[in-house]
């Protein structure tokens, strides 16, 4: 596992940043592990990325205010977080995994009501963070496969977005490109 | 003979944007075969078919394989395990091809490295091919790694090195986009629109469906 002490402070920071109402931090904090979720994929960055992002949606869209039992549903998240925190002082990759499985599972907890619109946000989440690893560098198969989205999700969200307006992406000049394909049609 | 292997995100592309007839377009005009692997198919096809929003767009990609205008490699009397055996090699150079911090970085999936599996296969018949692909990677792994390298390195904010030594087996495949195939079709009086503004729309739904190309080439190839 890579860089456990940031990623301690990652969510200890998350726990701060949730009882605080933060969204822009929550969602900073989110972007954090991204570098480490798109470098070496751990399950445990990758799934911290999207909970971190989903509750910072929730935070900043102020769902949080008709969630009734939102109070219940911070601590026992937090609780989670910190029981992944002892895991990961331990050493113990399969239980911090396990505990962050536990804190993605409190999001099931909300009314029936909610539920579909909760796990609506976690997915948006999901394609969110993987044009993030997109981006990074990583290949769209790839990456639809780690966050176990499909590529035709991930297809739409990234084409909405400037990742493809950079320039070292241009490896052979359009003209000629274009040209290839001229030419093999012909 | 001639033949444009599929990549996923092409398919997708071209589906959500209703311009697959595009290719059944360019079947019927041109001397070209028109190939996906199974790992694109299920991509493109099997995986979509349970999820309702993608569903129509699976079902018209099937019915492209149903009408034999996308074939599968078995169709041309090619070995599916050697296609298979391949996948699994340039999987593993290319998911050994960038470090960072000394640690490989997995930079691909099998259905990318399964149109390179099939291109170096037809190449190696003898058969003029290009590969289909919107996403950046494995387009950028060969045609410039360096380029790849620099993103990373940005991205990541740190250095990430190439193992330069891999490059070679990568630098045989040519490549182009939806844009690309639009364009030719366009150019071909192959798109069923008429007007001054069809190229231009089609190359933007193209962008906007995930085709890696920037506004800047867009604009290179209108005034073409």
Redesign the interface.
């Known amino acids: 596992m890579e860089e456990v002490g940031h990623i301690i402070e990652v969510i200890q920071e998350t726990k701060k940043s949730l009882a605080g109402y933060d969204s822009i931090k929550l969602r900073e904090l989110s972007n954090q592990t991204i570098h480490n979720a798109s470098a070496h994929q751990d399950v445990g960055c990758i799934t911290l990325a999207v909970l971190i992002y989903t509750l910072s949606k929730l935070v900043e869209r102020q769902d949080y205010k008709r969630i009734k039992n939102w109070d219940n549903f911070v601590k026992k998240f937090c609780s989670f977080l910190s029981l992944a925190v002892i895991s990961l002082k331990e050493d113990n990759e399969k239980k911090y995994i396990d505990y962050l499985e536990r804190a993605r599972k409190t999001f099931n907890s909300f009314s029936v009501n909610l539920k579909p619109y909760i796990q609506e946000v976690l997915r948006k989440s999901s394609i969110n963070k993987a044009s993030k690893i997109y981006e990074h560098g990583i290949s769209m198969g790839r990456t639809a496969k780690i966050l176990g989205i499909t590529q035709w999700e991930l297809s739409e969200y990234t084409g909405q977005r400037a990742i493809d307006d950079n320039p070292y992406n241009e490896t052979i000049d359009v003209v000629k490109r274009a040209q290839i394909a001229l030419e093999f049609f012909s | 003979m001639?033949a444009?292997i599929f990549d996923?995100?092409v398919l997708?592309?071209l589906s959500?944007n209703g311009l697959l007839y595009i290719i059944e377009e360019?079947k019927e005009?041109?001397d070209?075969k028109f190939l996906i692997t199974k790992e694109v198919k299920y991509?493109?096809v099997d995986?979509?078919m349970g999820?309702e929003?993608?569903e129509l767009?699976a079902l018209q990609i099937q019915n492209l394989i149903d009408s034999n205008v996308l074939e599968m490699p078995s169709s041309r009397g090619i070995d599916e395990e050697k296609i298979r055996k391949d996948t699994l090699l340039f999987l593993d150079k290319a998911n050994h091809f960038?470090q960072?911090?000394g640690?490989w970085?997995?930079?691909?999936?099998?259905?990318?490295m399964s149109c390179f599996a099939l291109s170096k296969e037809l190449t190696e018949r003898g058969i003029?091919n290009?590969i289909a692909i919107?996403?950046?990677?494995?387009?950028?792994i060969c045609?410039?790694p360096q380029?790849?390298e620099?993103?990373?390195s940005e991205?990541?904010?740190?250095k990430v090195n190439i193992a330069t030594e891999e490059s070679d087996i990568f630098s045989k495949f040519?490549?182009?986009?939806s844009?690309?195939?639009v364009?030719?079709a366009y150019?071909?009086n192959l798109i069923h629109l008429k007007g001054k503004k069809v190229l231009e729309a089609a190359l933007y739904a193209t962008?906007?469906?995930?085709?890696?190309?920037?506004?800047?080439?867009i604009n290179?190839?209108k005034s073409?």
């Open positions: 001639k444009i996923s995100g997708i592309n959500m360019l005009h041109f070209c991509e493109t995986r979509p999820i929003r993608f767009g960038m960072v911090r640690k970085v997995n930079l691909v999936e099998e259905a990318e003029d290009l919107d996403e950046r990677t494995a387009r950028m045609e410039n380029n790849l620099r993103i990373m991205k990541l904010h740190q040519r490549f182009i986009r844009p690309e195939l364009y030719a150019k071909k962008k906007f469906k995930g085709a890696s190309i920037s506004f800047e080439e290179k190839l073409m």
